[in-house]
């Protein structure tokens, strides 16, 4: 017998993330909850970091401070 997690329990979860590229802050203290079942979509205009926010998910960028958990 398996035991479901709580459906509200995040799959992804970032917390305060920021990522500067020298004196060009490109990500301040985001903060965001993917939970089962949610679709999300990360959209905005060029150069607002997405691209940088998707690769520190992705652990292919470091990010300066916050944390980055993954279920």
Do not use: H, W
Not at 25 to 33: A, F, K, M, N
Not at 47 to 62: Q, W
Request: net charge negative; proline share 4%.
């Amino acid at each position: 017998m398996s035991i479901a997690p709580p459906a509200n329990l995040a799959l992804l979860d970032i917390s305060d993330v920021s990522k500067s590229f020298g004196s060009v802050e490109v990500l301040r203290s985001v903060s965001l909850q993917v939970t089962r079942g949610e679709v999300v979509t990360v959209i905005g205009p060029s150069g607002s970091g997405k691209t940088t926010l998707l690769r520190c998910v992705n652990f292919l960028e470091s990010y300066d401070s916050g944390s980055i958990r993954i279920d």
